[in-house]
């Protein structure tokens, strides 16, 4: 389909100016149109058009009524012929270009190599910067397949750079610890078979949140630091890049990763740990927000489950209890059953007391207690395991008093103490205020005002995972979880009005605040205008919830399918659809270029049947028709190894 071209751009882009009138001032005819069309199009894109298809029709009418010519003389014009090739080096002449030599070539990938394809790896975008270098170098750039090869040559060779750069930056050790992770199995002492296993293990996604996943993700980021791939390996490296590299040796094999040379071996490996590394670390904070959230909310839950069973509202309480303080001011020394309990039963001052303990401070203290009991039996060993293998870190010194906390918790970690010593300093945050300072502060034998350890680590973790989660405290080494600075741009204060101009928000805040609410009112006021409209939307009353929403209407049949099923049912009657699949994949070997990315076994392609299509050389492979015996008026039976290998 032609694209449309406005007025503006036609001015701007097909106009004749400067000493281009006089250029096409000596032709006449087809031979003038087709020059200016030819010379216009040079001027802008730097090269010349294909053919006639380039050039759309508001341009060519454009530029006849320029050069006085109509614009049906330019079907006239040879676009491939010897007048073609004269114009075409007239223009270059005019303007000042020249065609591309085999030595510019050469030059412009070098130049490529150095400036460009080691930041950038996108194929489209190191061809716009290849076009733009031939026109500021004022070269005709070469034809379409010459480009392409220019492009992955220089793609290739930028690798190349980069390998060899990375690479000499690992040390011996390293390499070593590196190259045996892929290194064949079947020495004695079982140290390689562990490497591939360690792969193996690194390259796998977690578990469920629990605390078995929990050390499990700790054993690997041990294991990934083992290796002790430097910091800094990857320095001057595009973020992209590393993520390609990692995206590579994720889903080859330890074999495939073996047949590469050494360099490129060791780079991805290394961008592997180095990617797995940030990963494992974001997963590991995750784990400890989702493993404290849980611990509060089992405590909750059972707390709630235990008093609800043995709690009975009690109606009119406010008369009960006046009644009751009446009844025991007027009674003197007369006892309980005989002064309160004919005003109140036994049975209802008992459902009372449930209830308060239900709603009032007596909940919270059981549920905090509770919550002790879960996290000393079993969540306390990963949660204090995470301790030793996480570094927290802040900007703000009001935070401190937490790591502080995190410091001492992990000092004392393996110690067997009721409370921390008296003669040493226990951080003061606002995790254990409130509700939580009973249990935390409570008095020994002596009378001396102690701090419980295990309730203080319980609170110190809760006051974690809520800084966390506001990125007051970050982790070292974290891609998610990093220091909030780091998101960023470096001269971000420098250039701050730009920025903020780039991002369409106004410097003041309140300003930016004001604008947030009237958006977010404006919103809520549509949806709470729209909601008694919506003939799908029913909101009442109901046991299973009060928001229903009844079943969208079944999605039409797209028009063409039926012909589709027609046309197989026709061509191939019942052969299975799964038996079309595995011909196909025979017929074009695309699985040559497909990689799995599951960490499943798949068939070699030596099981496949009519293996001979996975020659280097081709060979036309045998139908199917001509591999089934003849006479037989059944279909093949697609067999459970056939399947799994078209699957």
């Excluded at 891609?479 to 741009?489: I, M």
């Excluded at 006021?525 to 919830?545: D, F, M, V």
């Excluded at 799964?578 to 270029?593: P, Q, S, Y």
Aim: net charge positive; proline share 6%; charged share 30%.
């Amino acid at each position: 389909m032609e694209r449309e071209v406005d007025e503006d751009e036609l001015i701007a882009c097909w106009t004749l100016v400067d000493d281009e009138p006089e250029l096409v001032a000596g032709k006449r005819g087809a031979t003038k149109l087709g020059f200016a069309l030819l010379l216009r199009f040079y001027t802008e894109r730097g090269r010349f058009p294909r053919g006639r298809s380039e050039i759309p029709d508001a341009a060519v009418d454009y530029v006849a009524r320029q050069v006085g010519v109509e614009r049906t003389e330019v079907a006239f014009y040879e676009w491939t012929g010897r007048t073609s090739k004269f114009h075409r080096a007239q223009i270059r002449q005019a303007l000042g270009f020249r065609e591309c030599t085999v030595a510019d070539a050469e030059v412009l990938t070098e130049w490529l190599v150095d400036h460009v394809t080691q930041v950038e790896r996108s194929t489209e975008r190191v061809r716009e910067h290849l076009l733009a270098e031939c026109r500021g170098r004022r070269l005709e750039p070469p034809t379409a397949g010459r480009v392409d090869r220019i492009v992955r040559s220089a793609l290739s060779r930028g690798e190349d750079v980069l390998f060899a750069r990375v690479s000499s930056r690992l040390p011996d050790a390293q390499r070593q610890r590196l190259l045996a992770l892929v290194a064949p199995g079947g020495d004695e002492d079982g140290e390689i078979e562990a490497g591939a296993a360690m792969l193996a293990s690194i390259r796998s996604d977690p578990g469920n949140v629990s605390l078995n996943t929990m050390l499990t993700e700790i054993a690997k980021l041990e294991a990934v630091r083992a290796v002790g791939v430097p910091v800094d390996v990857f320095a001057d490296v595009a973020p992209k890049i590393v993520r390609g590299w990692r995206g590579r040796a994720a889903v080859e094999s330890p074999s495939h990763l073996r047949e590469h040379p050494p360099q490129v071996t060791l780079t991805l490996l290394a961008a592997l740990l180095d990617c797995r590394s940030r990963e494992i670390t974001d997963t590991l904070v995750e784990l400890l927000n989702s493993t404290v959230h849980r611990i509060n909310a089992r405590a909750e839950v059972r707390v709630t489950n235990e008093l609800i069973r043995e709690f009975k509202r009690v109606t009119g309480k406010e008369n009960l209890l006046f009644r009751v303080a009446e009844a025991t001011v007027d009674a003197g020394d007369k006892l309980v059953r005989d002064t309160v309990f004919p005003v109140a039963p036994q049975a209802m001052l008992r459902d009372l007391v449930a209830e308060f303990k239900s709603s009032g401070p007596t909940y919270q203290r059981t549920v905090k207690a509770t919550l002790r009991a879960s996290y000393t039996n079993h969540y306390r060993a990963g949660l204090i395991k995470l301790l030793s293998v996480l570094e927290f870190r802040s900007n703000n010194t009001v935070h401190r008093p937490v790591l502080d906390a995190l410091t001492l918790i992990d000092k004392y970690a393996g110690a067997n103490l009721r409370y921390y010593p008296l003669d040493g300093s226990v951080p003061v945050h606002r995790g254990v205020s409130g509700d939580w300072a009973e249990l935390v502060y409570q008095a020994d034998k002596r009378g001396h005002r102690r701090v419980v350890r295990m309730v203080y680590e319980i609170c110190t973790f809760q006051a974690l995972r809520d800084q966390l989660r506001c990125k007051e405290i970050w982790v070292v080494g974290a891609e998610k979880w990093r220091n909030p600075a780091e998101d960023l741009p470096l001269d971000f204060e420098d250039r701050r009005v730009e920025h903020y101009g780039a991002l369409r928000k106004p410097l003041d805040p309140t300003e930016f605040i004001d604008e947030l609410r009237e958006q977010m009112r404006t919103e809520l006021e549509a949806l709470h205008a729209a909601l008694p409209t919506c003939s799908w939307l029913e909101i009442k009353e109901r046991r299973q919830g009060p928001i229903k929403l009844t079943p969208l209407p079944p999605v039409a049949e797209p028009r063409n399918l039926r012909k589709l099923k027609n046309q197989i049912q026709t061509r191939w009657g019942v052969v299975p659809l799964i038996d079309i699949l595995k011909e196909t994949v025979l017929r074009t070997g695309c699985l040559r270029a497909v990689t799995s990315v599951a960490d499943r076994g798949t068939l070699r392609r030596g099981c496949w049947p009519n293996a001979s299509c996975w020659r280097s050389t081709p060979t036309a492979p045998t139908p199917a028709s001509e591999r089934w015996p003849a006479g037989r008026t059944d279909t093949p039976r697609t067999t459970s190894a056939t399947r799994a290998a078209a699957t």
